[in-house]
Nanobody, 126 residues
């Protein structure tokens, strides 16, 4: 299971840190990622972290967002800086077994097909 938290309302230029708590599986065998969705629009995969710590970002957030994990790999984070109104969305975390992660590093959109997901946390930037 994955449970997101940390969303909220912030002014443009501000920062938020999202968290995603993982349980019920051996997290060290998985890669994890974040995606977001605005009602009426397609989901957008934005960040990926492998179990070796490698990361990949969508162009829309590269240089502003940082994905990380705690040492136990039970909590995923998304540090969001220099937030823009276009970042307003529901943010979700997702996880997938390591053998499928290489493909996601080649095509970030594969995060959307990860088999473990959370309920999301809302981020509003005004």
């Amino acid at each position: 299971q994955l449970v997101e938290s940390g969303g909220g309302s912030v002014q443009a230029g501000g920062s938020l840190r999202l968290s995603c708590a993982a349980s019920g599986y051996t997290s060290s065998d998985y890669c994890m990622g974040w995606y977001r969705q605005v009602p009426g629009k397609a989901r957008e995969a934005i960040a990926l972290i492998g179990n070796d710590g490698a990361t990949k970002y969508a162009d829309s957030v590269n240089g502003r967002f940082i994905v990380s994990q705690d040492n136990a790999k039970t909590t995923l984070y998304l540090q969001m800086n220099s937030l823009k109104p276009d970042d307003t969305a529901m943010y979700y975390c997702a996880a997938e077994r390591t053998p499928h992660c290489k493909a996601a590093f080649k095509g970030l959109g594969l995060i959307l097909a990860f088999t473990i997901g959370g309920q999301g946390t809302q981020v509003t930037v005004s």
